[in-house]
């Protein structure tokens, strides 16, 4: 295990306090995030800034790719500036190469999307870029394949694109 799990809890200092000796076992990043349901609240904007970075790599990897552009040159000067992310840099050569292998699967960040397309419904927040991402998961899924990684949100870009093989 490499103890790299950001964990962020939802609750009382003093409930925190005791269980953080195994919160550090298992992650990095243990934080205390508010009251009982604010780690929630925080991993579904989390999935919401992961679906958004992937959605917006594909789409630079298939405008680069329509440019005749070396995708791999590319994507090394981007991710060497203030367009590179974690994101980027574990999923944007297996995006380049088609390789969808799962990660997070497909089917779960739909149901994460849902969560936060919910929450931020029931809050009166407007997330249009999520909310249009969220769709996107969602046919992914409904096309068959939720088993595939994240990642494959390329294939939504290349079919808006005209591009499929």
Do not use: W, Y
């Amino acid at each position: 295990m490499e103890a790299k799990l950001s964990i962020m809890v939802g609750g009382q200092q003093e409930d925190f306090d005791t269980a953080k000796p195994i919160f550090d076992v298992l992650g990095t990043t243990p934080v205390l995030v508010g009251p009982n349901g604010a780690g929630q609240t925080v991993k579904a904007a989390n999935q919401l800034i992961v679906a958004g970075n992937i959605q917006l790599v594909a789409e630079a990897l298939v405008f680069l790719e329509a440019h005749g552009v070396d995708t791999e040159a590319g994507l090394e000067v981007l991710g060497g500036g203030l367009a590179g992310s974690t994101v980027m840099a574990r999923k944007g050569e297996a995006m380049r190469k088609r390789e969808f292998q799962p990660g997070f699967r497909i089917a779960l960040h739909d149901k994460d999307m849902k969560i936060v397309t919910t929450a931020a419904r029931e809050a009166g927040v407007a997330i249009p870029l999520g909310a249009q991402v969220a769709q996107f998961v969602g046919a992914l899924k409904h096309q068959g394949h939720g088993g595939l990684d994240h990642s494959a949100l390329l294939k939504i870009v290349e079919q808006l694109s005209g591009r499929t093989e």
